[in-house]
């Protein structure tokens, strides 16, 4: 029987809507034991944007996949105590409260370790320590705060959000990173560790090109941008791919909204391009042959491409520019994805069987480990596992089960 990368590890997973929750997510996928605790009211997203009447919401379902649920009120004299053996048990506590919100419970970082020597305890904030520490954070106050929203969009249009969650899912990935090297590190010393990871910190993170190149403007125009003005900050440059080589979205028929293909114009695929689009001439222009001369006319270059591109489908210019090799991608609408064979075969797009809502569709995990397959289940319903756990693992009795649960302590 195969064994699970993280099998044998416990996670008490106190964490509620997105960042947190889709880090306890990875390591339930890689196959640690995560035991989800609620307020007996349940995390909030179980109820928002929900699309079935009285059944767990999409929301809440793609990110709580293959865990276990308990619910229990730790502002209660017992349920602080039932808390306290759960941190017994576990070998990593993951939390994302408001600042400050497990210490008002009396379990501080102090407490925590004393009563577990060994847990690796994170924490997921929107900031770290300074002037923002105690802000209110969502996904996209983090883009806003970490660098993503000052460099997306148009130039002359306002600052964007992303629609990949990079604030929220995207620090959640960083908290595993941090959760896994703790657990390595304890192997060696024997003790757990404090984790924090903030949103913004995570952001930025993401947005370290950037950086990059507002240190390179004062040594003048960035010159793979294609922008005609520069200032002292990086400008928004629409769908410029910022690196090395020049890319662009071109439109493509019929012209609908993600009837586009996103191209990259590498040194080498210029001459085939050049036969593609009709325009064999310009391989060989001084005006047009090398990287240098095309960068300062991008946009006339992307034009002449989507002059060709736009009298074609979208699938069929893939087709010809994947024959010359040259980097290409056509722009995916959520309900192509959602449909993608080559996805599902990859187990991305996962469907999933729910008691409440039936058939759903899910994402699956990206991570591929040889020898440590993962099957995707569906999320628990709220307190789901509470005998299992609380009777079978904590040894407490049907009487006092029924007690807790009639004295709202879960």
């Not at 307020?39 to 996949?65: C, E, H, K, V, W």
């Not at 379990?107 to 060994?118: K, L």
């Not at 809502?357 to 994402?363: A, K, L, N």
Request: aromatic content about 6%; proline content about 7%; hydrophobic content about 40%.
């Amino acid at each position: 029987m195969t064994t699970k990368a993280l099998e044998g590890i416990r996670v008490l997973d106190m964490t509620h809507v997105q960042s947190g929750p889709s880090a306890t997510q990875l390591m339930a996928w890689l196959g640690a034991d995560v035991v989800k605790l609620e307020a007996p009211s349940g995390d909030i997203t179980r109820a928002q944007l929900r699309d079935i009447p009285d059944a767990d919401s999409l929301y809440f379902t793609m990110l709580n996949s293959n865990k276990r649920s308990i619910t229990l009120n730790t502002k209660t004299e017992r349920g602080k105590q039932l808390l306290t053996e759960l941190i017994r048990r576990s070998d990593v506590m993951v939390e994302n409260f408001g600042p400050g919100a497990i210490d008002r419970m009396g379990f501080t970082w102090d407490r925590i370790r004393e009563i577990n020597p060994r847990i690796v305890y994170a924490s997921i904030k929107g900031f770290g320590d300074g002037p923002y520490t105690d802000f209110k954070a969502y996904e996209v106050v983090a883009q806003a705060m970490g660098g993503s929203m000052a460099t997306t969009g148009f130039e002359d249009g306002p600052p964007m959000a992303t629609g990949a969650q990079i604030g929220d899912s995207g620090t959640g990935i960083h908290a595993v990173a941090a959760i896994l090297a703790a657990l390595l590190q304890r192997t060696r010393t024997g003790r757990g560790q404090r984790v924090n990871v903030a949103m913004q910190h995570a952001v930025l993170n993401l947005c370290r090109v950037k950086l990059r190149d507002q240190q390179r403007l004062a040594y003048g125009p960035l010159a793979e941008y294609p922008n005609e003005d520069f200032g002292d900050e990086v400008p928004r440059s629409g769908n410029a791919s910022g690196g090395g080589q020049p890319g662009w979205a071109v439109k493509c028929a019929p012209g609908g909204p993600n009837d586009y293909v996103y191209v990259i114009v590498q040194p080498t695929g210029w001459t085939p391009l050049t036969g593609l689009i009709g325009r064999p001439e310009l391989a060989d222009d001084p005006e047009w042959a090398t990287p240098q001369a095309r960068l300062p006319k991008l946009a006339k270059m992307f034009q002449l491409i989507e002059e060709w591109t736009s009298t074609l489908p979208k699938w069929r210019v893939l087709e010809k520019l994947n024959a010359q090799n040259i980097p290409c991608g056509p722009i995916l609408s959520t309900k192509e994805i959602i449909e993608d064979a080559s996805l599902a075969a990859n187990d991305m797009v996962v469907e999933v069987q729910h008691p409440e809502r039936g058939s759903y569709v899910t994402v699956g995990s990206p991570l591929k480990l040889s020898d440590s397959p993962v099957d995707i289940t569906a999320s628990p319903l709220l307190g789901e596992h509470n005998e299992e756990i609380y009777i079978g693992e904590l040894g407490l009795g049907d009487a006092e089960l029924r007690l807790l649960r009639s004295g709202g302590v879960i």
